[in-house]
């Protein structure tokens, strides 16, 4: 084998191991985040209605409203 021939191929195997660690990395990140998701879903509307409910109060509109807001800004 020609040292071209051993560059050529230890770049192609290099850029091919980058290629693959780059798949698996993304593909681990999507896993990660989907079970992160899943263990701890964002909080919506109906959530606090329901937190406000178990509590034995009516949340109104307005409530509702303004903790959705302090929440988005706490973020």
Do not use: H
């Not at 191929?9 to 660690?21: E, R, T």
């Amino acid at each position: 084998m020609s040292t071209g021939a051993i560059v050529a191929l230890s770049i192609g195997l290099f850029l091919l191991g980058l290629i693959i660690g780059a798949v698996f990395a993304a593909w681990l990140t999507q896993r990660k985040i989907k079970k992160q998701l899943d263990e701890n879903p964002p909080i919506n509307e109906k959530m606090i209605r329901v937190m406000f409910a178990q509590m034995g109060r009516k949340a109104s509109e307005t409530q509702i409203k303004s903790i959705m807001r302090s929440m988005k800004q706490a973020k």
